[in-house]
């Protein structure tokens, strides 16, 4: 996944350094929440629930909302530690 498909996710439209390497950083961040949480490795690449989840965590990364994601998408992030999300549509 490109930082440019991140960004355009995100709703940024503008390139610079600092911008980029703040994404990057919520990046490396939501995965390793997303992964910590279903206890296994994930593929973020395809569409699917765990996708989808990535994309989700990191809005809420951005905003400084990360105890609003765990309250907001608990059933979501309990059915990924069960096994889902890893194939299908999101």
Not at 30 to 57: H, M, N, T, Y
């Amino acid at each position: 996944m490109t930082i440019e498909a991140i960004k355009r996710e995100l709703n940024i439209t503008w390139d610079d350094t600092a911008t980029n390497e703040q994404i990057m950083a919520l990046v490396k961040r939501a995965k390793s929440i997303l992964v910590d949480k279903a206890g296994r490795e994930l593929d973020f690449e395809v569409p699917s629930v765990a996708q989808q989840l990535f994309f989700d965590c990191l809005k809420y990364l951005r905003s400084d909302a990360y105890n609003q994601f765990l309250e907001d998408y608990s059933e979501e992030l309990t059915a990924l530690r069960l096994g889902g999300g890893e194939s299908g549509t999101a």
